[in-house]
C-alpha cells in the first residue's frame, strides 16, 4: 500500500491529545486533518485560539521516572517520540523535581510543528454531531469541555448519558507585584534542580491568627452559583476548589496545598509559620507565579479581596483569577474497546480527557496511544497495546477494563494502577516503598522498549 492510497484520518480536537494523536499518525505515514473549533467557537475556559493550550496549571507535575508514575509516563512518552514532551522540554521553567512550562512558547511550539508537517491539515471549524459516514476512521479528543452539539451526539449513540464533573483553575499573580520583604523562595525541604539551586517557589507565610481569620474569610465568600443542570456534578477529587477543601475541617488547607512543613521564614526564623501559600513560575520569562491549589469557585471580586489578605500579597496584580468549568468524560469502560474504539462505532477512536483519564500528561499519552493505533490500522495491521505493566498501559487498562463501570471516575497515573511487582530486597522481605516504586518503574522501561521494539518490527 502506497502513501498516496492512504486516506486521512480525522482528528476532532486541537488540544494535547489532539495534538499528539496527529503527530503520531504522521510520523507513522497516515495523512491526518485535525479539526479544531476555536477560535471560531470559544470554551468557558480557553483564552486563545492555539493548539494544545493549557488552561490550568502550567504543571506537568513530578518528572522522577524512577518513583513516581507520571514521572514514568514522561519518560515512556520521550521514548516513544512524543511532541507533547519535546514541546515541553523545550520550554521547560524552573519547578523543582516538577516539569512545569511557559504555557505560551509550550503551546506555540506544538502549533508549529503540527503546521510545518506536511502529511497534517488543520481545518478550524467545528465538527457539530457525528462525524459523516466516509470518514472511516475518526480521533474524538475534544476533551473535557466537548461542545455540547457532539456531547449528545456521542450520548445517543453508544445509549449511555455523558458523565461530568467540574475542574478548577488557580489565579496567576504577576511577580512585581509580590511583597519580597515578606515572601520569599524556596523549594519545599529544599528540593530543587540545579538551575533554581532549590529555589523554584515563591514562598508567603501566615500565623496561625493570620491562616484562621484566611479560612473563615473563605468559607464565608461570595461563590459562583451553579445551574440548576450542574449542581450534581461532582468535581475531580485530585482538583477541588479551594473552598471545598475548607468545608473539610479548618486544618484541611495546612495539612494540603498550604502545608508549612520543609519551609523556614528567613525573615521570621525562629517561628514556624502555620501554614504558607507557595507560588510557581508559570512562563518562562518568570514574570507570573501560578498560586499553587488556589483553583476557586468565589466571584473575581472576592478573589482579590480575599487573596490579598496573604502576607506577600497585599499589593498583588493578577494575570489571571480563578474559575470552574464543567468537564465531561464518557463511561469508557463500558463503551470502548481495547484500542480506544467506541463499540457501538468502532470508526470512532477516543483520546484525551474524554476517555476518563485526568491530567495534562496522561491525556497527551492516550493520545499518543490512540495516534499509533489508528496509524497501526490504517496501515493495514492490527494495533498492539502496550503491556499494562507499563505506565501507558496501565492508563490504557484502567479506562478500558480495569475500572468499575458503575463507579467510574477520572484517576491520574499512579502505581496503584500497575500489577504487582515481583522480588524482595537485599534482606529477603517483600519490595515496599520507595524500592517497591523503583522495582516497577524499571519493568516498565524494559516492557515498553520491548513493546516499542515489537511495533517497529511488525512496521517493517
Known sequence: MTEKKLKSVHVIGGGLAGSEAAWQLARAGVPVVVHEMRPERGTDAHRTGGLAELVCSNS?????????????LHEEMRRAGSLIMAAADKHRVPAGSALAVDRDGFSAEVGRALEAEPRIGIERREVRGLPPGD???????????????????????SGEENLAFFDAIAPIVTKDSIDFTKAWFQSRYDRGDEEGGGKDYINCPMDQGQYDAFIKALLAADKVPFKDWEKDTPYFEACLPI????????????????????????HDPQNKPAAVVQLRQDNALGTLYNMVGFQTKMTHGEQKRLFTTI?????????????????????SPKLLDGTLRLKARPALRFAGQITGCEGYVE????????????????LGRNPLPPPPTTA????????????????????????????????????????????????????ALRDFDAWLTETAQAAE
Open 392 to 443: 501507558m498501559g496501565a492508563i490504557l487498562n484502567h479506562i478500558t477494563a480495569g475500572a468499575d463501570a458503575e463507579t467510574f471516575q477520572p484517576m491520574n497515573v499512579n502505581f496503584g494502577l500497575f500489577p504487582p511487582v515481583e522480588g524482595t530486597d537485599e534482606r529477603g522481605k517483600r519490595l515496599r516503598g520507595r524500592k517497591r516504586k523503583q522495582a516497577m518503574s524499571a519493568r
Open 60 to 72: 506537568f507535575r513530578s518528572d522522577d521516572a524512577e518513583t513516581n508514575a507520571v514521572g514514568l
Open 243 to 266: 473552598e471545598v477543601m475548607a468545608e473539610r475541617g479548618p486544618r484541611t488547607l495546612s495539612f494540603g496545598p498550604m502545608k508549612p512543613v520543609g519551609l523556614t521564614n528567613p
Open 311 to 331: 502576607p506577600g500579597l497585599q499589593g498583588a496584580e493578577f494575570a489571571r483569577l480563578g474559575g470552574v468549568h464543567r468537564n465531561t468524560f464518557i463511561n
Open 363 to 378: 491525556s497527551a499519552a492516550v493520545g499518543l496511544m490512540t495516534g499509533r493505533f489508528a496509524a497501526t490500522e490504517r
Open 135 to 157: 470518514w472511516d476512521s475518526v480521533i474524538v479528543a475534544t476533551g473535557p469541555l466537548t461542545s455540547p452539539a457532539l456531547a449528545g451526539a456521542v450520548a445517543e449513540l
